[in-house]
């Protein structure tokens, strides 16, 4: 070895030890020669190339979105979805910092991983689907505070920039930055109470978008509840997103869990009963708006039957399930449940913002394979990012050389 | 209520009718009085299009379609169309046809303003909701909250930019009548001041209480509207949709007074709950062995699990 070498070396050596996991750069490429790698690469690139052929064409060549119904695929999945399937991160955070439920530590970095990623993708979504996304500083410049869009645009900038503090403290421990971890350590109640505080408004805020259009939104769907019911149900998406999460990573990254395991089947029961309990609160929130708006006999309807199916198939009965599971100690319905749960969560995004909106006008949008291509390549995208950094960086469990860690 | 408001007038008198209608309607409905405003009587509309062509002339849009293209089709705006005249056919009580032009309503309280969140559109003083396109980031949530459904959107275009009649406020502003009332050949359109213009209508339906739907359309429609319609014919048949009395920006006013409290009540709570948690935690002696407080007793539990 030269001596230019040898002075880079250490350099070098952090770069294989923290980057390319400990192999030398051959050894690491050659390694991510996956099938899956491969899929994944493909989906990402799809989704890339739609985006760019997005803004080099315009939104007419690459959505199906018209004069009658503005917002699509990208509202309705990339951010309606996206954020409430990020709730987990103030959920579990709350939990643990606030609540003293310490039990829930071990989950709580990942969810907070899986809440920064979820609300990064659902910006990028957001920003695809403006028309002139460089146009975003007027909201300091000329606010329109009386928009509840400002409030969820708002709340969603806030919570990112908590988020990406929260995530920094696994970052810190994976660079070794003990000075700049210790000062975030304190600073981290305040940051859980602020990611409640923004939570609360923007989760429920994306449900009152929809106030302003009675006439558009199918009457079963609006309610002047509703931002109370996307409130509920984003706790509950939180809950369930922690248990499918904490399921798929806790297979996949388990050589990556230092030190004890925790008994991950007792905390996803003890998850169970807090989904039961939400889901069935959410259920009667959602029936009360029925029976708020005398809005009985559209049960009756193709309608009526379409919102059954959302409610009682995919709240009702994850509900049940849950309960179940949690009560008799099985761990497999609450999971089951918590998967029906994120379905139906989507599902009531997609209803509210989609499907169930302009319900009464002919040719209703269906979304254009390039949006499509852009929502999967997001999805991706989160999927690859997780795994890159809890392949790297203490999520799945903290260094244990930074043991007073709380967070 | 519409109908009281007419037959109100009527019981007060003939001759006083006009001066008491005035005050009465100061009390009663003062809002958007002094906005600039449309009285659109479709029964003197002969369907010319003359409207539709200054329209184009002022807003330097393309030229209307050609007559044939259009007879017997409902249209709605377009991005390079601010308004358009839909015939409804023979339905007249003398038999004629029947016209409405279609355009911004320009609401008092525009819903298509209150959720822009960054005052791209927005209500003048004035009357007229204008667009400042160099704002618009393009989100859309106009075209969701409008319920007349008029903002239309260029997804055509690499910047594109919402579309709309803006009652040509920038003609309005040098004292000029709008580019369609200046044109019209047959006085379906009368632009002054909503006040007037609505005991005009009024005033109208009460002289021809036959022929006149009592009703004006605009008067309540979305909380009030500066463009206004008389008419023989149901509203309906002239593809002028029906909406709600209210003003739209009021259904969210409940849930958007909710951040100041979420944001004041929010923090003392959650740290009380804090404060009680880590408590329980001292007593349960979980507690401070470590002298790390709330962190010690978190890793103290974490361990017992």
Redesign the interface.
């Known amino acids: 070895m030269s001596s230019t070498a040898l002075a880079a070396a250490p350099r070098q050596d952090w770069f294989r030890e923290k980057i390319l996991l400990g192999m030398d750069l051959r050894t690491y490429l050659r390694s991510l020669a996956t099938p899956l790698n491969a899929l994944a690469t493909l989906l990402i690139g799809l989704g890339v190339t739609v985006l760019v052929y997005r803004?080099?064409?315009?939104?007419?060549?690459s959505?199906n979105?018209?004069?009658?119904q503005?917002?699509g695929l990208w509202i309705g999945f990339d951010m309606m979805s996206g954020i409430v399937l990020a709730a987990g991160g103030f959920t579990i955070g709350?939990a643990?910092?606030?609540?003293?439920m310490?039990?829930y530590?071990?989950i709580a970095r990942p969810a907070i991983l899986t809440a920064f990623l979820g609300y990064v993708l659902a910006v990028v979504g957001l920003m695809a689907?403006?028309?002139?996304?460089?146009?975003?500083y007027?909201?300091m410049?000329?606010?329109?505070s009386?928009?509840?869009?400002?409030?969820v645009?708002g709340c969603v900038l806030m919570y990112t920039s908590v988020l990406l503090l929260e995530f920094l403290v696994p970052v810190f421990e994976w660079l070794g930055w003990r000075k700049a971890h210790e000062r975030l350590e304190k600073a981290m109640?305040a940051l859980?109470?602020l990611s409640?505080?923004f939570s609360?408004?923007h989760q429920?805020?994306l449900?009152?978008?929809?106030?302003?259009?009675?006439?558009?939104l199918h009457p079963l769907w609006y309610s002047?509840y509703i931002?109370i019911f996307f409130f509920i149900s984003a706790i509950c998406a939180g809950i369930a997103m922690v248990v499918v999460e904490g399921t798929l990573t806790h297979r996949i990254f388990r050589h990556r869990i230092t030190g004890?395991h925790?008994?991950m089947d007792?905390?996803q029961i003890g998850l169970g009963k807090a989904g039961a309990i939400g889901l069935f609160a959410y259920f009667f929130l959602k029936m009360q708006g029925v029976a708020e708006g005398e809005h009985w006999d559209l049960l009756f309807t193709g309608w009526g039957a379409w919102f059954l199916l959302e409610t009682v198939g995919f709240v009702l009965l994850p509900s049940l399930l849950y309960g179940y599971g949690a009560r008799y100690k099985k761990v497999k319905f609450v999971r089951v449940a918590a998967v029906i749960t994120v379905i139906g969560i989507v599902l009531n995004r997609l209803n509210v913002s989609v499907i169930a909106y302009n319900w009464d006008k002919p040719n209703h949008y269906v979304p254009s394979w390039m949006e499509v291509s852009v929502s999967i390549g997001l999805v991706t995208a989160g999927v690859v990012a997780f795994r890159w950094i809890a392949n790297r960086m203490p999520i799945m469990s903290e260094d244990p050389s930074f043991?007073?860690?709380?967070f | 209520m519409r109908v009281a408001g007419i037959t109100g007038t009527t019981a007060l008198g003939l001759g006083a009718s006009q001066a008491r209608a005035s005050s009465s309607h100061a009390s009663l409905d003062a809002k958007g009085e002094n906005e600039s405003a449309m009285l659109v009587d479709t029964t003197l509309c002969a369907g010319c299009r003359a409207c539709e062509t200054a329209c184009a002339e002022a807003n330097a849009l393309p030229q209307p379609a050609p007559d044939a293209a259009v007879a017997g089709v409902v249209r709605?705006t377009?991005p390079e169309v601010f308004t358009v005249v839909n015939g409804a056919g023979p339905v007249g009580r003398d038999g004629d046809e029947r016209f409405a032009k279609r355009q911004c309503m320009h609401c008092i309280e525009p819903?298509c303003?209150?959720?822009?969140?960054?005052?791209?559109l927005d209500k003048t003083p004035e009357g007229p909701v204008v667009y400042?396109g160099?704002?618009?980031?393009?989100?859309?949530?106009c075209?969701?909250?409008c319920?007349f459904?008029i903002p239309?959107?260029?997804?055509?275009?690499?910047?594109?930019?919402v579309r709309k009649c803006t009652f040509c406020a920038a003609r309005q502003a040098e004292g000029k009548k709008p580019a369609c009332a200046s044109v019209c050949p047959t006085g379906a359109l009368s632009f002054g001041k909503r006040g007037a213009l609505l005991e005009l209508a009024k005033g109208r339906i009460y002289r021809n209480p036959e022929k006149y739907i009592h009703h004006v359309y605009g008067e309540h429609e979305a909380g009030g509207t500066d463009w206004l319609y008389i008419s023989d014919i149901p509203f309906e048949k002239l593809a002028l949709r029906k909406?709600?009395d209210e003003a739209?920006?009021d259904?969210?006013q409940?849930?958007?007074s909710?951040?100041p409290f979420?944001?004041t009540l929010?923090?003392p709570l959650?740290?009380g709950?804090?404060a009680?948690?880590?408590r329980?935690?001292a007593v349960n002696g979980n507690g401070n062995a470590h002298g790390?407080g709330?962190?010690?007793?978190?890793?103290?539990?974490?361990?017992?699990?």
């Not at chain 1, 410049?141 to 329109?144: A, E, K, L, N």
């Not at chain 1, 009386?146 to 409030?151: I, K, M, N, V």
């Not at chain 2, 303003?113 to 791209?120: I, L, Q």
């Not at chain 2, 160099?134 to 949530?141: A, E, I, K, M, Q």
């Open positions: 803004f080099a064409a315009g939104l007419g060549a959505t979105l018209s004069q009658a503005p917002w709350s643990v910092h606030l609540f003293g310490h039990e530590h071990p689907d403006l028309g002139k996304p460089w146009n975003f007027n909201m410049v000329t606010p329109g009386a928009s509840a869009l400002f409030e645009a109640l859980t109470v409640v505080v609360t408004m429920s805020a449900g009152s978008l929809f106030l302003i259009a009675p006439a558009k002047p931002f004890k925790a008994d007792k905390l043991a007073s860690s709380e | 709605d377009a819903a303003a209150s959720v822009c969140m960054v005052r791209a400042h160099d704002r618009c980031l393009g989100c859309r949530y075209m969701v909250a319920p459904e239309k959107y260029q997804y055509d275009k690499r910047a594109p930019l909406v709600r739209y920006p259904k969210v409940g849930a958007l909710a951040p979420v944001m929010w923090p959650l740290m709950l804090y009680f948690a880590k329980r935690e790390h709330g962190a010690a007793a978190g890793k103290e539990e974490d361990r017992h699990v």
